[in-house]
């Protein structure tokens, strides 16, 4: 592809605790670690796949949905089929730990990451 300077590698998610937060993110969707140290963990679906990180980040602010003097900073669209598999998604990501946000649309739903980062379900 003429123009691409090369490919995607990572999301990289500051978080006090990288371990634990690729934990829960290992959890909801089914992925694998493809690095683990101290302070830098990453997961993806496979070897050599596009990557989401989690990077220590001891003084990290963390958001406050929808407060803008706390940004979002990012998140993640998590697809799922339909608003039925929303619905029989969501005790499992509340069980996983994180809680849902206000606000959502008629093909989303808002959560907050045990760290406090928004992600959404979307369908």
């Known amino acids: 592809m003429e123009g691409m300077i090369r490919r995607w590698h990572a999301l990289v998610i500051d978080c006090p605790d990288p371990s ?6 290992q959890e909801l969707l089914g992925y694998q ?3 683990d140290e101290e302070d830098w963990v990453a997961i993806a ?7 989401i990180a989690f990077q220590r980040a001891p003084d990290l602010r963390p958001p406050r949905w929808p407060d803008p003097e706390h940004p979002q900073q990012q998140h993640v669209d998590i697809k799922v089929d339909d608003v039925d ?12 730990g994180a809680r849902r946000l206000p606000g959502e649309g008629k093909e ?8 406090g980062h928004p992600f959404c379900l979307v369908w």
């Open 20 to 25: 634990g937060l690729a934990d829960f993110y």
């Open 33 to 35: 670690r493809v690095k």
């Open 45 to 51: 679906d496979g070897p050599n796949r596009p990557a």
């Open 85 to 96: 598999a929303a619905d029989a998604a969501e005790p499992r990501v509340l069980a996983l």
């Open 108 to 115: 989303f739903r808002v959560y907050a990451d045990p760290v």
